[in-house]
């Protein structure tokens, strides 16, 4: 045995050990326990449940003056970062203001926006073509997550569809650099792995390039050459070059192995820029050619911090790198050759500093400045000229946004001490009650993902109503390295999932007031709606109240009933059903609802691709039987979370009301 096969042996006997430990650890499930991890239902998406359905859970309206407070809210927003056009005169970006994202065009910096698309599906602009001739656009109908590739003329016009089938995810990957082509992929031939293919932009010809099994997308392009990655879970990922000539592929990074790799093409033939959480435990940044070191490139602040995002333009000038500080982004520029900083001159403060899409040149880039205290300013910086332009203007119609509460990085401890990082945004008017307010605790989705501070009408709206509002990154989370990230792994979840509960009893003994507890609401969506309901029945009464959105109810129906190109992505997230049963059934929420003893409400899109509804309506016939207060809605043209302006007002509306009905 090599010394990679004797590592690989000794860190799963060690996997399993700590799964048997955790197991032993935990409470014993409920006599149902077998039975809650049978498949209830089959299926995804609107069709997998009736109109009767869709029908009975069809959200009520909210009354005429809360709809206008909360859509007075949602008017407060920042149009997309957007991509700019070769020459730098125009910027096409996303904005919302017609209800649902359509694509806009400004032809100079604040001008007056051209609306380029319109209708009722979302639609985004993902690239201008080389040449400056063309826009490339993506367009999803109904939160299907389905999205459809088109072309369309600069000047505005008929879409010209390059491929938009049903049931099919074609997605935007990048144009060669002559602008004669442009590449995408698509799940059309099986619905689990992806095909890349390429379209010949004058022709309006479509080819296949390459066909394998799994989860491939293209990572970088250059002149007859492709990087391409397949992710084989989560967070691993494996990447090869491929010659569009010969139509070889030749592996690169992480074949035989689950790491965490990101890769571009570097400014000479053969070297690569690379990120990667090896061997640090933290994501660092890397230059690299085959057969040799990695060899580390210096940035400031990055020691114990990931790197977040990198990128370069097109003629690899300059490259952009992104670094996430406890949840704060901050960004810098270097010479692609010779790695020498280079100055961009942010304003402060910032919560985060944000790059955008570079022009093919490299002279131009879109950046974004996100103050605490307002929407986002995007604009463009020139480096011949050595300046910041703002182009675009955020909305605050009507609104003092000097009065939003900013969010404070603070800690709790779990319970065997170690300090989890949380955002909380304090009514002024709370500092001095004699009765604590109360309180609203956030989990976020992913669970690959990470709470941030930032502007947020949302949680400002809750502010205002007299909420605290608390934002944990638990382990599991993103931003904090390597081993907080896969803390929660698998049957690993056991031993952290207590995260959970250790929030609520922090606060309710730290937070108390004159002998008096704060009460404490759940919320979250996607793996947030998933904690929000192990907080309610695994950890009954440390709540007073939940609402999940887009939660996953049974871990073993869900990962039997995503979609086919999610499955495998998330068993390396939750485990496996096939050896990790034992464990999934002890983290699923439907084991523990006989426990479930505080108000309830649960949010569902019937289109989500992602958890199906049927986990919604699994978790709400379950709960039925405890007699609390309990409440689903279900947007019949919604996915994974509501996208619509109108929708969105519904979503919070009801979640306001919930809570003021519950924790006041």
Same mark, same amino acid.
Request: proline fraction near 8%; charge should be neutral; glycine fraction near 10%.
């Given at each position: 045995?090599?010394?990679?096969?004797?590592?690989?042996?000794?860190?799963?006997?060690?996997?399993?050990?700590?799964?048997?430990?955790?197991?032993?650890?935990?409470?014993?499930?409920?006599?149902?326990?077998?039975?809650?991890?049978?498949?209830?239902?089959?299926? /995804?998406?609107?069709?997998?449940?009736?109109?009767?359905?869709?029908?009975?859970?069809?959200?009520?309206?909210?009354?005429?003056?809360?709809?206008?407070?909360?859509?007075?809210?949602?008017?407060?927003?920042?149009?997309?970062?957007?991509?700019?056009?070769?020459?730098?005169?125009? /910027?096409?970006?996303?904005?919302?203001?017609?209800?649902?994202?359509?694509?806009?065009?400004?032809?100079? !910096?604040?001008?007056?926006?051209?609306?380029?698309?319109?209708?009722?599906?979302?639609?985004?602009?993902?690239?201008?073509?080389?040449? &400056?001739?063309?826009?490339?656009?993506?367009?999803?109908?109904?939160?299907?997550?389905?999205?459809?590739?088109?072309?369309?003329?600069?000047?505005?016009?008929?879409?010209?569809?390059?491929?938009?089938?049903?049931?099919?995810?074609?997605?935007?990957?990048?144009?060669?650099?002559?602008?004669?082509?442009?590449?995408?992929?698509?799940?059309?031939?099986?619905?689990?792995?992806?095909?890349?293919?390429?379209?010949?932009?004058?022709?309006?010809?479509?080819?296949?390039?390459?066909?394998?099994?799994?989860?491939?997308?293209? $990572?970088?392009?250059?002149?007859?050459?492709?990087?391409?990655?397949?992710?084989?879970?989560?967070?691993?990922?494996?990447?090869?070059?491929?010659?569009?000539?010969?139509?070889? /592929?030749?592996?690169?990074?992480?074949? &035989?192995?689950?790491?965490?790799?990101?890769?571009?093409?570097?400014?000479?033939? %053969?070297?690569?820029?690379?990120? @990667?959480?090896?061997?640090?435990?933290? *994501?660092?940044?890397?230059?690299?050619?085959?057969?040799?070191?990695?060899?580390?490139?210096?940035?400031?602040?990055?020691?114990?911090?990931?790197?977040?995002?990198? @990128?370069?333009?097109?003629?690899?000038?300059?490259?952009?790198?992104?670094?996430?500080?406890? $949840?704060?982004?901050?960004?810098?520029?270097?010479?692609?050759?010779?790695?020498?900083?280079?100055?961009?001159?942010?304003?402060?403060?910032?919560?985060?500093?944000?790059? &955008?899409?570079?022009?093919?040149? &490299? +002279?131009?880039?879109?950046?974004?400045?996100?103050?605490?205290?307002?929407?986002?300013?995007?604009?463009?910086?020139?480096?011949?000229?050595?300046?910041?332009?703002?182009?675009?203007?955020?909305?605050?119609? +009507?609104?003092?946004?000097?009065?939003?509460?900013?969010?404070?990085?603070?800690?709790?401890?779990?319970?065997?001490?170690?300090?989890?990082?949380?955002?909380?945004? *304090?009514?002024?008017?709370?500092?001095?009650?004699?009765?604590?307010?109360?309180?609203?605790?956030?989990?976020?989705?992913?669970?690959?993902?990470?709470?941030?501070?930032?502007?947020?009408?949302?949680?400002?709206?809750?502010?205002?109503?007299?909420?605290?509002?608390?934002?944990?990154?638990?382990?599991?989370?993103?931003?904090?390295?390597?081993?907080?990230?896969?803390?929660?792994?698998?049957?690993?979840?056991?031993?952290?999932?207590?995260?959970?509960?250790?929030?609520?009893?922090?606060?309710?003994?730290?937070?108390?007031?004159?002998?008096?507890? !704060?009460?404490?609401?759940?919320?979250?969506?996607?793996?947030? %709606?998933?904690?929000?309901?192990?907080?309610?029945?695994?950890?009954?009464?440390?709540?007073?109240?939940?609402?999940?959105?887009?939660?996953?109810?049974?871990?073993?129906?869900?990962?039997?009933?995503?979609?086919?190109?999610?499955?495998?992505?998330?068993?390396?997230?939750?485990?496996?059903?096939?050896?990790?049963?034992?464990?999934?059934?002890?983290?699923?929420?439907?084991?523990?609802?006989?426990?479930?003893?505080?108000?309830?409400?649960?949010?569902?899109?019937?289109?989500?691709? *992602?958890?199906?509804?049927?986990?919604?309506?699994?978790?709400?016939?379950?709960?039925?039987?405890?007699?609390?207060?309990?409440?689903?809605?279900?947007?019949?043209?919604?996915?994974?979370?509501?996208?619509?302006?109108?929708?969105?007002?519904?979503?919070?509306?009801?979640?306001?009301?919930?809570?003021?009905?519950?924790?006041?």
């Amino acid at each position: 045995m090599n010394r990679r096969s004797l590592r690989a042996a000794l860190a799963l006997a060690l996997a399993a050990l700590a799964t048997a430990q955790a197991l032993a650890q935990a409470p014993a499930a409920p006599a149902s326990a077998a039975s809650s991890a049978a498949p209830a239902y089959r299926g /995804l998406g609107a069709g997998s449940v009736t109109p009767q359905v869709l029908a009975r859970f069809r959200p009520a309206p909210l009354p005429e003056d809360v709809s206008r407070k909360i859509q007075a809210l949602l008017d407060l927003r920042s149009p997309g970062m957007g991509v700019l056009s070769p020459d730098g005169q125009h /910027l096409f970006f996303s904005w919302r203001v017609t209800g649902v994202d359509q694509v806009w065009r400004l032809d100079g !910096p604040q001008r007056f926006p051209v609306q380029m698309t319109g209708g009722e599906d979302r639609t985004t602009p993902q690239a201008v073509s080389p040449d &400056g001739r063309w826009l490339a656009l993506e367009r999803d109908h109904q939160g299907e997550e389905n999205p459809g590739l088109y072309l369309q003329p600069v000047e505005g016009g008929p879409l010209r569809e390059v491929q938009h089938k049903k049931g099919v995810q074609t997605e935007y990957q990048g144009f060669s650099p002559d602008g004669r082509f442009l590449y995408y992929v698509a799940n059309d031939v099986k619905r689990d792995s992806y095909t890349v293919y390429r379209h010949e932009v004058q022709a309006g010809r479509s080819e296949a390039l390459y066909q394998g099994e799994g989860f491939w997308r293209v $990572g970088d392009i250059a002149p007859g050459r492709l990087l391409l990655v397949k992710a084989t879970g989560s967070t691993g990922r494996e990447w090869s070059l491929f010659d569009e000539t010969t139509r070889t /592929l030749t592996p690169l990074l992480g074949q &035989g192995e689950y790491a965490e790799y990101e890769m571009l093409f570097g400014p000479r033939a %053969g070297r690569y820029f690379v990120t @990667s959480n090896k061997p640090t435990g933290y *994501r660092r940044l890397y230059q690299w050619a085959p057969g040799q070191a990695m060899v580390p490139v210096a940035l400031p602040g990055a020691a114990q911090h990931d790197v977040e995002a990198l @990128s370069t333009d097109r003629a690899r000038k300059r490259l952009y790198v992104s670094i996430n500080e406890a $949840g704060y982004t901050r960004s810098h520029a270097l010479d692609a050759a010779s790695l020498k900083p280079l100055a961009l001159a942010w304003p402060a403060p910032l919560d985060h500093q944000l790059i &955008g899409q570079p022009t093919d040149d &490299g +002279e131009r880039v879109v950046l974004g400045m996100a103050a605490p205290g307002q929407p986002r300013v995007s604009g463009v910086w020139d480096w011949k000229q050595a300046r910041f332009t703002p182009w675009t203007v955020p909305s605050t119609p +009507e609104m003092d946004t000097r009065r939003f509460v900013p969010a404070v990085l603070e800690t709790y401890p779990a319970r065997d001490g170690t300090p989890i990082p949380m955002f909380v945004r *304090r009514p002024p008017a709370c500092a001095n009650a004699a009765t604590p307010c109360p309180v609203l605790v956030h989990f976020h989705g992913g669970p690959e993902g990470q709470s941030k501070p930032g502007f947020s009408p949302v949680w400002q709206m809750f502010v205002e109503a007299g909420f605290v509002v608390v934002e944990p990154n638990v382990r599991g989370s993103t931003g904090y390295g390597q081993a907080w990230q896969d803390a929660d792994n698998g049957p690993k979840r056991l031993q952290v999932i207590t995260d959970i509960e250790d929030a609520a009893q922090h606060i309710r003994k730290a937070w108390a007031r004159n002998g008096v507890a !704060p009460k404490v609401g759940v919320y979250g969506g996607s793996y947030g %709606g998933y904690a929000t309901l192990m907080a309610m029945t695994r950890f009954a009464g440390a709540y007073d109240a939940g609402v999940s959105n887009v939660g996953i109810a049974n871990l073993v129906t869900f990962l039997e009933n995503t979609a086919p190109y999610r499955r495998q992505l998330r068993i390396t997230e939750y485990g496996d059903p096939a050896t990790d049963r034992e464990a999934l059934v002890q983290l699923s929420p439907t084991t523990w609802v006989q426990q479930l003893k505080a108000p309830l409400m649960i949010i569902q899109g019937a289109n989500d691709p *992602r958890v199906p509804v049927g986990e919604s309506l699994l978790m709400h016939e379950a709960a039925q039987a405890r007699g609390v207060p309990l409440e689903l809605m279900i947007f019949a043209d919604e996915g994974h979370g509501a996208s619509s302006r109108a929708n969105q007002a519904l979503q919070f509306g009801h979640m306001l009301r919930f809570f003021q009905q519950h924790l006041k």
